[in-house]
């Protein structure tokens, strides 16, 4: 398995987007935040896009900066008359669609780029063009994508305008007579990213197989009749998605439907929480798409991450969804299930190991008690926007009777046992924090409810915690006697008693 070590590792290593994850990110965009980009930035992508493959080396494209307030404004209002004028090509549901989309971003991009492409350029001495001189065009559209992929990778965003009048902008701009504008493009911090292209996303048009786009020679015209009629994405053997649960961390955890699984699949979307050596079991050749929600890269919300599942299964393939833990404990399953079934993507889960169950077994301890546990309870301490949730049962989490684990507790965790406490919980209570479970850097934390999230907040521990709370923690079964069950009952009992 070393030879996987390469490029689809190496980028979860240093942070680095894969090609893929940039090809899948290089989206039009039409919604960006006014930021400025600083001018040492746009020179470094221009000088990157600058080295482009062209026609005999021929670089025929010329670049215009548009930073004149007075002549956006010219372009713009170009615009508007052109996309009025083209709505008329449209009727009924159709219209109204076009009507609604937005189809530029001039409102808040702070980069405006015109691309000609000089017919009359001399370099290249004319290799390629007596035959195709429309390669020149080709040359500039390399420039333009190479360009696309540059800004991306460093977060920008771009939008390509095509509802242009090209005659009125070269007239705007003063330009040549023997430059041909190529695209208007605008550039700028994207306000939000996506996976998948805006006129897909809101129904203008779905892509279609890749298998309608790729022929071989001697099959071009039998292909090409039974294409004839709009290609569907039923033409193509529907594939399938599989949720897999990759457990707390230890690989040798995964389970054994999970392991064929991954060395089956041929796409596998996976979250930052899974441990790295996990991904060491997937197949050689499979695409791996990193769709973890780091704070850098917005790109990764769970409606794209949905699309991208859906998308890679009609084209056939076995998609494996990779998540921490089990799939059905916060992991927002039940929008990927949907997802899939509204699109009519055949679905499977593979259970994992939750990180309570790992963390429990590595410390042995149990977390139910004939006498003192006879509930177990699993709440998350986040809501969708990162705060505390409005509607924790507290009587439940105040109950001595239950065992609580709380999931994604960092941010509030001092708020939730405030809270809990408020509403009756004994703060006495053993409390153990354990973070990275499972994992050879696994920390664990021994306190009561009261102090527990002073204790975290001290060390600040990277990675996933998870945090238990109940009387079974005070106790352990004798199998289970171990240096850290003693270690439990020492540090309680040397805490002062309830008052």
């Given amino acids: 398995m070393t030879d996987r070590k390469t490029s689809d590792h ?20 039409r919604r960006f935040r ?15 896009a600058d080295l482009a493959p062209s026609v005999g080396n021929s670089q025929p494209w010329r670049i215009v900066n548009v930073r004149s307030a007075e002549t956006r404004s010219t372009i713009i209002e170009n615009f508007q008359v052109a996309r009025d004028r083209s709505a008329e090509a449209y009727v009924g549901d159709q219209a109204d669609l076009y009507n609604r989309l937005k189809l530029s971003g001039f409102d808040a991009a702070p ?6 492409c000089d017919r009359s350029a001399l370099q290249g001495h004319g290799l390629g063009r007596q035959t195709m001189p429309e390669t020149l065009d080709h040359s500039c559209a390399c420039m333009v994508t190479v360009l696309w992929l540059a800004a991306r990778e460093a977060g920008l965003g771009l939008g390509w305008v095509s509802i242009i009048d090209p005659a009125e902008v070269s007239k705007a701009l003063d ?3 023997d430059w041909k504008l190529v695209g208007y493009l605008l550039l700028g911090w994207p306000e939000e990213e996506h996976l998948d292209p805006e006129l897909q996303r809101y129904g203008w048009q779905p892509r279609t197989p890749f298998e309608t786009r790729y022929f071989e020679a001697g099959s071009i015209a039998e292909r090409a009749s039974v294409q004839a009629d709009e290609p569907k994405a039923s033409d193509v053997p529907m594939g399938t998605v599989t949720l897999v649960g990759a457990g707390p961390g230890d690989p040798e955890l995964l389970t054994l439907k999970a392991l064929k699984a991954l060395q089956s699949a041929d796409a596998v979307l996976f979250d930052d929480l899974v441990a790295k050596p996990i991904l060491e079991f997937v197949r050689p050749g499979a695409r791996m798409i990193d769709v973890g929600k ?6 990764c919300k769970q409606p794209d991450i949905n699309a991208t599942m859906v998308s890679l299964a009609r084209e056939g393939l076995k998609v494996v969804r990779l ?3 089990d799939p059905l404990i916060f992991g927002r399953a039940g929008e990927e299930i949907e997802a899939c079934r509204s699109a009519g993507i055949p679905i499977s889960i593979v259970p994992g190991v939750t990180s309570a169950q790992g963390a429990a077994a590595s410390l042995k301890v ?8 006879r509930r177990l309870q699993f709440i998350t301490a986040h809501d969708r926007r990162g705060h505390l949730p409005e509607d924790i049962d507290w009587s439940a989490v105040a109950d001595s009777a239950a065992t609580t684990v709380i999931y994604m507790p960092k941010r509030t965790l001092a708020e939730l046992t405030d809270v809990a406490l408020v509403h009756g919980l004994d703060p006495n209570t053993p409390t153990i924090a354990v973070a990275n479970a499972t994992r050879p850097d696994e920390q664990v934390f021994i306190a009561t409810v009261a102090t527990i999230a002073a204790e975290l907040h001290a060390a600040h521990p990277d990675g996933p915690v998870l945090v238990m709370v109940g009387e079974a923690l005070r106790y352990a079964t004798v199998r289970d006697v171990s240096e850290q069950a003693d270690a ?12």
């Fill in 34 to 48: 006014p930021d400025p980009v600083p001018d040492e930035l746009i020179d470094r992508l221009l000088r990157l």
């Fill in 10 to 29: 190496n980028q979860q290593q240093d942070g680095r987007a894969s090609l893929e994850q940039l090809v899948r990110w290089r989206r039009d965009v």
């Fill in 488 to 499: 439990i009952v020492a540090a309680v009992d040397a805490m002062p008693g309830q008052s």
């Fill in 294 to 299: 780091r704070g850098y890269r917005t790109s």
């Fill in 366 to 373: 149990s977390l139910t008690n004939r006498d003192h546990a």
């Fill in 323 to 325: 998540k921490s833990g």
């Fill in 111 to 116: 980069v405006h780029l015109a691309v000609f």
């Fill in 175 to 177: 330009a040549p007579a």
